[in-house]
């Protein structure tokens, strides 16, 4: 039976310049609406995480969620996947320095862009924010790794810089770190602690 990840990685080929063959039947057999751009894998962690949260099968919905490797390739991925391609309706969050490749890559695509949602510097801040510094050091040290975060608020480049930035900093010091931690910051939210992007990339979806 197909899955909604094999249909993942028949776009991960296309987009690299493989055959779109696959991928345009596996559309059909699965029922796929909508394709939900991500700039990376710690945005997609977080968005499934939230859909479990509320009780949401995207995969079910026939919902997409794509990690495309950073938002210059968004216009390659609009292409294959919105009105020139498989004409699948587009979504997607970003960051706000990225916002301009969404903005040109979904023009060039004659996607509209009204279901793209932008993070004030990216999700990890607005995750910050959302639950407060005192909250994420929690779950820092509950995940073990409060040895690894002290190590690192000693050293001379953190000396002086707003708590925020330095946890927002720390996650991206380890591969895999803000994968994991994306997860687990939309899991600690209250219901009316979602930050505003993360909620109406969903609540659009």
């Given at each position: 039976m197909a899955r909604m990840q094999d249909f993942q990685d028949a776009v991960s080929g296309w987009s690299s310049g493989g055959p779109g063959g696959s991928a345009s039947d596996l559309a059909v057999r699965l029922g796929v609406r909508t394709a939900v751009l991500l700039e990376g894998?710690?945005?997609?962690?977080?968005?499934?995480?939230?859909?479990?949260?509320?009780?949401?099968?995207?995969?079910?919905?026939?919902?997409c969620v794509?990690?495309?490797?950073?938002?210059?390739?968004?216009?390659?991925?609009a292409g294959l996947l919105g009105p020139p391609?498989?004409?699948?309706?587009?979504?997607?969050?970003?960051d706000e320095r990225e916002q301009r490749f969404f903005d040109r890559g979904l023009q060039r695509a004659q996607a509209p862009r009204r279901d793209i949602f932008v993070c004030a510097a990216d999700l990890e801040d607005e995750l910050i924010r959302a639950l407060g510094t005192a909250r994420v050091e929690e779950i820092v040290r509950t995940e073990?790794?409060?040895?690894?975060?002290?190590?690192?608020?000693?050293?001379?480049?953190?000396?002086?810089?707003?708590?925020q930035q330095q946890l927002r900093r720390f996650l991206g010091t380890k591969k895999g770190?803000?994968?994991?931690?994306?997860?687990?910051?939309?899991?600690?939210?209250?219901?009316?602690?979602?930050?505003?992007?993360?909620?109406?990339?969903?609540?659009?979806?």
């Open positions: 894998p710690s945005d997609l962690a977080a968005v499934e995480a939230l859909a479990a949260r509320r009780g949401r099968d995207l995969a079910a919905e026939g919902v794509v990690s495309m490797g950073g938002a210059m390739s968004v216009g390659r991925y391609g498989l004409g699948l309706r587009l979504a997607g969050l970003c073990g790794d409060l040895r690894a975060w002290q190590t690192f608020l000693h050293q001379p480049a953190q000396h002086g810089r707003p708590r770190r803000k994968i994991r931690y994306g997860r687990l910051l939309v899991e600690a939210l209250d219901p009316e602690q979602v930050p505003t992007p993360l909620d109406g990339l969903l609540t659009s979806l």
